[in-house]
T-cell receptor, first 117, second 114 residues
Framework: GAVVSQHPSWVICKSGTSVKIECRSL??????MFWYRQFPKQSLMLMAT?????????EQGVEKDKFLINHASLTLSTLTVTSAHPEDSSFYIC?????????????FGNGTRLTVT | GNSVTQMEGPVTLSEEAFLTINCTYT??????LFWYVQYPGEGLQLLLK?????DKGSNKGFEATYRKETTSFHLEKGSVQVSDSAVYFC?????????????FGTGTKLQVIP
């Protein structure tokens, strides 16, 4: 089945530094990838939608200069949390949609636990 | 816009009990409906799906039927196991923007005790 690999699975960084999270589709082409943030009470918040070769579409309230998204190829999207602060600590999950598969389920990575100290 | 409402948890059941997690949705058009499961510390996994009215999705003993008349997609399992303890998300997707956008419910935590 379709596999999405997310790396790293956890990261601890100091306040003010930047962290990059990678999301790769291993055995399919993903024209669209999605980045979610999951809060402690488990709700998933869509942060942005990333289309290969174009700028990401950010949801309302998400700072695009803080959460930089790059979707350079059909199998890789990255999320960079710039100048991280403790309030950015969270569980970030990516997902990918297979090209030409409207209505098909999303395939999720295993998430990245970010802790900013 | 689209929305998904599911019952708040946590839901605590004894092993072998019957499970129902309610889910209703609001959407324009004809969305596809999904249930995802999240085990502790992991990402989401697709549990089952239904793409049109009256379809029944099923997997690992779980079932859900796409009810257009009641805009519902309730998750059921006849006999839960401790290993079913997880968070369950109801979701819908549409392709109105030319790509698939998924709307999730807030998740329902299930705890199954021996």
């Amino acid at each position: 089945g379709a596999v999405v690999s997310q790396h790293p699975s956890w990261v601890i960084c100091k306040s003010g530094t930047s962290v990059k999270i990678e999301c790769r589709s291993l055995d399919f082409q993903a024209t669209t990838m999605f980045w979610y943030r999951q809060f402690p009470k488990q709700s998933l918040m869509l942060m942005a939608t990333s289309n290969e070769g174009s700028k990401a579409t950010y949801e309302q309230g998400v700072e695009k200069d803080k959460f930089l998204i790059n979707h350079a190829s059909l199998t890789l999207s990255t999320l960079t949390v710039t100048s991280a602060h403790p309030e950015d600590s969270s569980f970030y999950i990516c997902s990918a949609s297979q090209a030409g598969q409207g209505g098909s389920p999303l395939h999720f990575g295993n998430g990245t636990r970010l802790t900013v100290t | 816009g689209n929305s998904v409402t599911q019952m708040e948890g946590p839901v605590t059941l004894s092993e072998e009990a019957f499970l129902t997690i309610n889910c209703t949705y609001t959407a324009t058009g004809y969305p596809s409906l999904f249930w995802y499961v999240q085990y502790p510390g992991e990402g989401l996994q697709l549990l089952l799906k239904a793409t049109k009215a009256d379809d029944k999705g099923s997997n690992k003993g779980f079932e859900a039927t796409y009810r257009k008349e009641t805009t519902s997609f309730h998750l059921e399992k006849g006999s839960v196991q401790v290993s079913d303890s997880a968070v369950y998300f109801c979701a819908l997707s549409d392709t109105a923007r030319g790509y698939q956008k998924v709307t999730f419910g807030t998740g329902t935590k299930l705890q199954v005790i021996p």
